[in-house]
């Protein structure tokens, strides 16, 4: 079994419900709308989408397609009733060059190789259009790292810095840059430092961070998380859980 197909069943039971997605979601729907207003016939890919679970959310702005290295998340997504989801990898991607206005990719990157990272994001630079835009969100700050780093597989976490350079360097533009979840910071911080001075768990027992808490806490969260992506619509944050940017491919 591939090594994120152990991860792929756990997320799709929370990926509905989950404070975290549920707040992701609300925070890249405004962006999606910019990166895609005054188009028309959108086409929208999603790289490493996993379940396919953020087609549902892309759909709402043109005609979306994901693929994904695993076999069990795509099975996930069809079981689902989602059909436009092919198997391949995010660093050889089966698309034609020039060919979609918007390409996204959610948690994918930190947890790839440096030299499949980079290839992964000349194969975004590659399949857009000119003009077109990227919405990638990654892990960010290494004092976050804790159990959902190992469940997760990360690699690294990102700082603006960072990513900036990984994207500049493929030849994007960066339109806006930010971090995400960042009224969560403080008990992030805290919850993790903790997790990295008593030791992260094995894989196995790692699971339960990404299990859907208590509906009450739940709720609280999510809500949070909401009032956040209201804020996130004029501000950029200083610090947070999350790095979301969007980048555009020069109109040339």
């Known amino acids: 079994m591939h ?9 799709a039971r929370a990926e509905q419900r989950h404070f975290w997605f549920q ?33 549902d959310l892309l759909d709402r702005f043109g005609r979306s397609y994901g693929f994904d290295v695993t076999f069990v998340g795509l ?10 989801l092919v198997q391949a990898s995010v660093s050889d991607a089966p698309l034609y060059s020039n060919a979609f ?4 990719s959610f948690d994918v990157l930190y947890g790839l190789p440096d030299p499949v990272e980079k290839a992964a994001v000349r194969e975004m630079f590659r399949v857009i259009k000119p003009g077109g835009c990227i919405l990638i969100n ?70 339960t961070d990404i299990s859907v808490p208590a509906a009450p806490v739940n709720l609280l969260l999510s809500g949070i998380l909401y009032l956040e992506s209201w804020w996130l619509r004029w501000f950029n944050s200083p610090a947070g859980g999350s790095l979301l940017c969007l980048a555009r491919k020069p109109n040339r």
């Open 75 to 84: 099975q996930i997504g069809r079981q689902a009733g989602r059909r436009r």
């Open 138 to 207: 990654v892990a960010a700050m290494d004092c976050l790292k804790g159990d959902h780093s190992v469940l997760a597989r990360e690699i690294r976490r990102y700082s603006r810095a960072s990513l900036t350079r990984l994207l500049t360097q493929a030849g994007f533009t960066i339109e806006r840059i930010t971090y995400t979840n960042a009224s969560l910071f403080v008990p992030m911080l805290v919850i993790r430092t903790y997790q990295r001075w008593r030791g992260l768990p094995e894989e196995a027992q790692a699971e």
């Open 23 to 55: 707040g992701l979601r609300r925070f890249v729907s405004p962006w999606l709308q910019r990166a895609t207003q005054g188009l028309s016939d959108v086409r929208l890919v999603d790289f490493g989408c996993g379940t396919g679970v953020n087609l």
């Open 101 to 104: 206005d918007v390409v996204t």
């Open 3 to 11: 090594e994120m197909d152990q991860l792929l069943p756990a997320t």
